[in-house]
């Protein structure tokens, strides 16, 4: 195993991207202050922790998988901390305007003054209100529905309110979803108990699909406990009306609240199993059929490179591809987003998922954006290149890209804790006018720093 027996701030630094942690996620593993790490990862060499932090280091380093010693091994042996000096030019086809600075903005502010300057510009950002929408209502309404005296909803009604929330989430409008949401939840039960034969089978396909956005919302804001009980009652609806595609769709969300909840290798098994099960009950003879398989295998391989079992993460991207290839088109069928331009969306997220940003970003160039259909995966994919080139230390450019994810989905940027992170960090990282910008951008976007 290795060993260091002098930290510097570049081995901190080194180890964060070994283990694949933004600069807030580290400090709090630490028990640090965010501050002290981004000193650590802009001093590198420069700067040696104090011997409290040496023993914590030491620590972390002893706990981590043999897979992250194994990077952080690779990173020392290169000598770098994870942010390639190469790093090569903005995506231009993703964002023309993109500058090919090296994001320093050529105001270094090191030591005690440049501490004062940061502590200066996020207070100054603080003022901002916090922008992570409540979700209180939502959960009294998933959790006690029964004290509602909601009356029931004819079947066609309740379907088209439920394709309304679907194409609102699909949109990033959170807000608004997240009100349909606390008044279509309490109708459910009365809607049942109102329905039979076919017409009830009907109704709990539409409850799998109400819980399925229920569950992405939850998710989106950070709440991955509840998103984990929302899509176990998509997965019971579905279970309840027998209908395979529907069934599989719903593994679908069970699949990514499983993985967001550190359940990796059990979401691999389950994507796997509900794929296999759509094929054998379908034969995957419908384009719902063929997307809902698609994105389901898709999703496992998302939760495959968070296991860092590459392998598997291989066979199912190229398992989706193929499901692409059958389909023939870039749709929404069944909400999916699937089709061949949505795998390529996915090998970018996977690429950055196991530590390439270099390859993420040469992906995301290849990306024909006029065939990304749906503005909550537009904004996703910007967002991973505003990770990417955060990643490589490459500020201006992930902040460039983060203004581009929020002209097309500003409540993608604003309601998500996750894209928060990669803010926070640049707002800490970066120097001189990109840290200004990055603080102002947080402002703008009601980001509380």
Not at 202 to 219: K, T
Not at 367 to 382: G, H, I, Q, Y
């Amino acid at each position: 195993m290795a060993t260091v027996t002098t930290w510097t701030g570049r081995d901190a630094n080194a180890l964060r991207n070994a283990l694949r942690m933004s600069v807030t996620a580290f400090a709090e593993h630490l028990g640090a202050a965010r501050r002290t790490v981004a000193k650590w990862s802009s001093h590198g060499d420069r700067v040696l922790p104090r011997a409290d932090m040496q023993a914590a280091l030491d620590t972390v380093l002893a706990r981590a998988t043999p897979e992250a010693r194994e990077r952080f091994e690779a990173l020392r042996a290169a000598g770098t901390s994870g942010a390639p000096a190469g790093a090569g030019p903005a995506v231009a086809s993703l964002r023309a305007d993109t500058g090919d600075g090296d994001g320093d903005g050529g105001d270094g502010d090191s030591g005690s003054g440049g501490d004062v300057r940061r502590r200066d510009l996020l207070r100054g950002a603080a003022a901002g209100i916090a922008a992570v929408p409540d979700v209180a209502p939502l959960l009294a309404a998933l959790v006690s529905p029964s004290r509602s005296t909601m009356s029931a909803l004819p079947v066609q009604q309740l379907a088209r309110a439920v394709a309304t929330a679907k194409a609102d989430y699909q949109g990033c409008r959170y807000e608004r979803v997240l009100g349909r949401l606390v008044t279509l939840l309490p109708a459910l039960d009365p809607t049942r108990t109102g329905a039979d034969g076919e017409q009830r089978a009907r109704v709990e396909i539409l409850a799998a699909d109400l819980y399925h956005v229920v569950g992405s919302v939850l998710l989106k804001v950070g709440d991955t406990g509840m998103a984990l009980v929302a899509a176990e009652r998509s997965s019971r609806a579905a279970g309840t009306s027998r209908d395979p595609v529907a069934i599989a769709a719903s593994a679908r969300i069970m699949t990514h609240a499983l993985m967001s909840n550190g359940h990796d290798t059990q979401a691999v098994a389950l994507a796997r199993a509900a794929a296999q099960s759509l094929d054998r009950d379908t034969r995957l003879g419908s384009t719902d059929a063929v997307a809902v398989y698609g994105a389901l295998v898709l999703r496992g391989a998302i939760a495959a490179a968070r296991a860092d079992d590459r392998d598997t993460a291989q066979a199912m991207l190229e398992e989706g591809s193929r499901a692409a290839a059958r389909l023939g088109y870039d749709g929404n069928d069944r909400w999916t987003g699937f089709g061949a331009t949505n795998v390529l969306l996915h090998r970018v997220n996977i690429a950055l998922t196991v530590g390439d940003a270099g390859t993420a970003i040469a992906i995301a160039r290849t990306v024909p954006l006029e065939k990304v259909l749906l503005a909550e995966r537009k904004a996703s994919l910007f967002v991973d290149v505003a990770r990417a080139y955060t990643q490589w230390g490459r500020y201006e450019h992930g902040l460039s890209a983060l203004h581009t994810a929020y002209e097309v989905a500003p409540e993608e940027v604003r309601c998500r804790p996750a894209v928060h992170r990669i803010v926070e960090d640049l707002a800490l990282l970066a120097k001189g006018s990109v840290r200004a910008a990055a603080v102002g951008f947080a402002h703008d976007a009601r980001i509380r720093l």
